[in-house]
């Protein structure tokens, strides 16, 4: 199978563009994802034909732990480089179909040969499944962006232990959760620092969905403006706060790989 390898600020994705989903697919997600035995990744991407003409691609994303995730930020502007590169587009606006939804990705030349910027139609932050009382929180909120979101706020994102903080929290949720712990710049107006526990992948070095819903809560709470600059360990993002949020940042092509998997 043929694959092409993709990150967003150091999120991490391998990318199929087949003509249909392999009857393997978690298999082989968790098999090409390991990063010990494989070829390492966060998560999997395929983009599948769409029988609507007004969708170009149908996205299906499976976690490196094989699960299946409705929609990632920085992922699909990975997918949105692939299809890029495949058609050799320079400027496009290209319409996927994922599990949460429609998302439309504007896809312009970035600052390095191997990269573009993606601006990304994100669709409504809607509300979470609700934060459990028992964890007593002081200032924290559910989103949903097709996916499930924990917005945390503490006095030092850098300081929190993520392996032990990010799944205690996930497991107060059957369905499992995003976990973004988050705080104000302290220096510089409408800036977040945010780090990440994500459902299926566990510590990652950013997260697209988890930047639109720290921003849309942060904003609702007074903290930052509608538009707002989110720092992560492996970069940052812009997040335009409204209905439907923006999100907007880089995806680098990272190389193409055979392998014997699928």
Not at 102 to 122: C, K, Q, W, Y
Not at 247 to 253: D, K, S, V
């Amino acid at each position: 199978m043929h694959l092409t390898k993709h990150h967003g600020l150091g999120n991490d994705f391998l990318v199929a563009l087949v003509d249909a989903l392999p009857a393997d697919a978690t298999n082989l997600a968790r098999a090409v994802c390991d990063r010990r035995r494989g070829i390492g990744a966060d998560g999997l991407l395929f983009g599948l034909p769409s029988p609507d003409t007004d969708i170009d691609v149908i996205m299906v994303l499976l976690n490196s732990d094989g699960s299946r995730a409705e929609m990632s930020g920085n992922g699909i502007r990975c997918l949105a480089q692939a299809v890029a590169m495949r058609d050799q587009l320079v400027e496009a606006d290209i319409a996927f179909m994922t599990d949460g939804g429609l998302r439309v990705v504007s896809v312009s030349t970035g600052s390095a040969p191997n990269e573009i910027f993606a601006r990304v139609d994100m669709g409504p932050v809607g509300a979470g499944p609700g934060v459990d009382p028992s964890l007593s929180l002081a200032q924290a909120a559910t989103a949903d962006l097709g996916n499930p979101h924990l917005v945390v706020v503490v006095d030092d994102p850098a300081a929190i232990d993520l392996a032990v903080e990010g799944p205690s929290l996930e497991r107060k949720y059957p369905e499992g959760m995003n976990v973004e712990f988050i705080a104000a710049a302290p220096t510089t107006n409408d800036v977040l620092d945010l780090v990440v526990w994500e459902r299926g992948a566990g510590i990652t070095e950013a997260c697209g969905t988890g930047a639109c819903a720290a921003a849309t809560r942060a904003h609702e709470w007074g903290i930052v403006g509608p538009k707002v600059t989110v720092r992560m360990p492996g970069g940052e993002v812009l997040v335009e706060v409204g209905s439907p949020v923006f999100l907007t940042g880089p995806a680098e092509f990272v190389g193409s790989i055979e392998t014997t998997h699928g």
